[in-house]
Structure formats: structure tokens, C-alpha cells
């Protein structure tokens, strides 16, 4: 229960705390002087009237902050049990499934997720169209609570914020039906359903954004899972439909691939030779080196006992690179000089401008990326050599990879990414539109000139070449990432220019290899497709 002292968290106490502490200074305050004239019982009298009266005052106070102010937080608080049911409030969840729970559009109108009503009054969630599924999430009140979109907006779906005040309580009070806001996304369900073809259920993710205003055009994980198959609209379904349920969770949940665990934003990953595009951004943009830069590669080298070979060199013969070819032909003893050259403090500034060490701002959740697993850490010479060339601790999700890729296209400029772009009433009437912002500057116009020459260069006659598209500039880099057992991650992160479109991508194949090979392929059909889709 929650009663007038029972508290869930800190907060919490610290409230308590704070309302004793005024409760001593108003008895203080209000504490009867003068009285030593008057009898003993009236004084008695008086000094219990100010006690009853503080004591009342502070329980007022509290009932109008558990009531009012923290009524919503109260009522909807949940727990999650071991096996991953959630417990909440029984009234909160009859009062969702009255509730016609708003729509999940893409940003043609296409319906994702709807609500119908049945025989009994009450509302069921379906999902007519399972290509974003992992991005929308689930939603299922009587057991499993909600997660991505339908948890992140869940207030504007149920109805609970975006209207008016006034005629929500009108309403209320004349127990009108109820209908929640619909959310529109920005993403298009033609090229997500094209992402998810091309992972073709292998453990993996694509994200595909305009690298201008950051609104996420496809993002799509695999493995995934069917949002219809987890609904339980009331406790009291039929026996057996509960318990396919709970045998469908409980599938999801041993899965070894994780299913539920959306990897554009939940998933995190060693970026492997992706990341040379943020080191080679630092050096660039710290004035150290231009393009031009020569840098020598003698097959392998040495720092504090660590040996490092480079296994890509297209002539064993050659020794000397310029920084361009270096990163077109992905030279791990010349990242990792770079690195050195860098120094601890530099690189993690520009990893962190870039927002590695933290939770990247999104509409929902996103995990929180990693240089190294403290600060310390990179006083290591040879850890810091090998994060130079994507390796180390680095860890990384895809959203965060593909934010990379379009910073380079947008001109140096990191965009805010998003996937939703409006609230709708159910008239038609944009309640909310969310602004897409032009996010922060991470290196200079002209730093940035000189990645995109690196990246093209990668995309001409280095190892990310192979992406052609009629009419656009297309630049790139492949990355194939050590993960200790198993085979390499397969990455590739990469953008196309063409007139005033810019589109950036990222993509990662768990365990399959060379990043040209498998994560290259599925970047390029990415990218020509998003092309050829009107704005």
C-alpha cells in the first residue's frame, strides 16, 4: 500500500524528511508567548490548539501531494515479477482497456498499431502490420506493461495528455467515451518492411535517418517479435489463451538471440573499424593532420608489449599512406599511431561530442555507450592504441553509429535523431508536432569537408567500395568488428548525397564477418532505396 508515511524511493523519504523539519519550524513559530498571565489550563489549552492545528497542517499537506501532485505517479506505479509480469494498480488497467487507445501511424498514414472494441466494451490492441514491431513495442496492461513508442507515449495514446484541461474533465464528470491521441512516426513502412528483408531474421540491426533533421526513415532489429501474440486485454481471458501467452513470453525470454531486446537503441556493440571515422574526426579537426598527412606502416607495431598487425594493407610492399588512404584501405598500426598521437584527453573529447559515454536523447530509451569502462583506463597506451581502430572497450549502438555517419554528411553538425513527429487528435487536429532540431556541432564545415573526402575515398577504391547510386555522392565505411569468441560483427556505416537530400545509415550482421562482405551490401540497397522514395 501507500499510505501517509509509506514511501517507494528517495524522493521520498527526502520529502518526509523536509515536511518534519517544517513542521518543527512552525511550531516554533506559532508557539504561544505571552501567555504566563493567563491560568495554567488555558495555557495547556493553547499549546495543544497549536500542536493539533501544525499537526493538521502538515497531514493536509501531504494528502495534497500524495492526491494531486503525485496522484498519477501513485496510481500508475507498477512492479515487475520475476518472470516478467507486471503488478499494478487493477483500477488503472480497467481504466485502460475503456480507453480506445490512440493509433500508431507511419509517415504516410499506414496504421501500425489500433485499437478495437469488443462484446464486452472494453479494447483490444492489434497490430496489423508487424515491420515495426520492435520499435513500437508492446503493450499489454494485464500483464506484461509496455515498452519503446506505446510506453514512451503512452499518456498521449491514452488520452491522458495533449487536450484540453476543462473539456477533459467534462467529460469525466458525464462519463463521455473516451479516445486517446494518435502518434505519427516518421519512419515509412515500405523501407522499414526493405530493412527487415534484408536482415533477413539474422541478429542484427539497420538504422536509416535523414542526416539533416535526424528523423529515423527505417529502424529495424532482428530477431523480433509478434506485439499481438503478447496482448491480454483483461484477466479474465479464456485459460488457455492466457497461458499461450505466458508460453509465448516465456519462448521470447529464452530466446539466446533476446528477441526483446531491440537492438537500433538497446543494443551494444564493439564498432569495430567503423569508429576510425570519430578518431580521424579528432585529428582532423584538432588541426594535428589533413588529409594529406603521411603516416607509416610497416605491418606491425608495438606499444607497452602490445603488438598490433595490420591485416590490411592493399601492398605489402608499401610503407608510406596519406591519412586518406590510411582510412580508405582501414589501417589498423595507423589508427592506432593516431590514437597515441591523439592522447587520452583529446579522443575522449571528441568521442564524447560525438555522444559516446552517455545515453544517446531519443524518443524512448536508449543504452548507454561506452569509450572505455572508466576514465582511467585509457592511461593505458596500449588500450588507448587499440580504441584508435575501433577496438578496446568501445561499445556502441547502432543508432549512435549511423548519428556518426550523418554528422560527417551534415556538415559537421550531429542531429538530434527522432522517430516521432506528431501527436493528432481523433478530429485530425495536430495537437503536438515535435520540432526536429539541427542537434550540435561536434567538428568544424571545413573538418567535416575533409571526413566526407575520406569517407568517399573509402567508397571509391577503399573498403567500402562497391555502393554506386545514380546521381548521388555516396561515402562510407565498413568495420569488422573483434568480439573475442565466434566471428566478427559485421559493420557498415555510410551516407548518400544527392541535391539537397542527404540520407545516412548504419548496419550491423552480428557474427557474420567482413564488414564489406555481408553489413555493406544491406547499407547500399538501404541507401539507393531511400533514394528512390519521393520526400
Known sequence: GYGLGETSDRADERWLLLLAGAGIMLA?????????????????VLRWA??????????????????????????????????????QNPRERLRALQVQRGS??????????????????????????????GLIGYYSPALYGSTNIERAFDQYLSGQKGGNPAEEWLNGVVHADKRGYDVGL????????????????????????????????????????DPNRLYANTGQQADEEMAAIRAYWAELIADPNAPLVFRPTQGLFSPGSTFKTVTASALVDSGKANADTVFRDEGLFEVDGRVVEEPNRPDPTQINFTLEQAYAWSLNVVFAQIGLQLGSDTLLDYAQRFGFGSSLAFDFPTAETQIASSRDELNNRALLADTGFGQGQILATP?????????????????RPSVVEQVVDPDGNVLERFAHGDGHRVISPESA????????????????????????????????????????????????????????VAVIVEHAGAGSKVALPIGAEMLRAALATPE
Open 399 to 415: 543508432l549512435q553509429m549511423a548519428v556518426v555517419a550523418a554528422t560527417i554528411a551534415n556538415d559537421g553538425a550531429a542531429p
Open 449 to 504: 569537408a575533409t571526413m566526407r573526402r575520406l569517407m568517399e575515398a573509402s567508397a571509391s577504391y577503399g573498403y567500402a567500395r562497391g555502393v554506386e547510386i545514380d546521381g548521388a555522392t555516396v561515402g562510407g565505411k565498413t568495420g569488422t568488428a573483434e568480439v573475442g569468441e565466434g566471428e566478427p560483427h559485421s559493420w557498415y556505416t555510410g551516407y548518400a548525397i544527392s541535391g539537397n537530400r542527404r540520407i545516412a
Open 28 to 44: 516554533v513559530a506559532w508557539w504561544p508567548r505571552g501567555t504566563r498571565s493567563l491560568p495554567i489550563y488555558n495555557r495547556t
Open 104 to 133: 500508431i501511424l507511419d509517415r504516410h498514414g499506414q496504421v501500425l498499431a489500433d485499437s478495437v472494441q469488443i462484446k464486452d466494451g472494453t479494447f483490444i490492441r492489434r497490430y496489423p502490420n508487424t515491420e515495426a514491431a
Open 50 to 87: 497549536t500542536i493539533i492545528v501544525v499537526g493538521f497542517t502538515l497531514v493536509t499537506i501531504q494528502l495534497v501531494r500524495i492526491q494531486v501532485v503525485e496522484g498519477n505517479r501513485i496510481a500508475s506505479r507498477s512492479a515487475e515479477t520475476a518472470d516478467g509480469q507486471v503488478v
Open 186 to 225: 516518421s519512419i515509412d513502412i515500405n523501407l522499414q518492411a526493405k530493412a527487415n528483408e534484408l536482415l533477413a531474421g539474422r541478429p542484427g540491426a539497420v538504422v536509416l535517418m535523414d542526416a539533416q533533421t535526424g528523423e529515423v526513415l527505417a529502424m529495424a532489429g532482428a530477431p523480433s517479435f
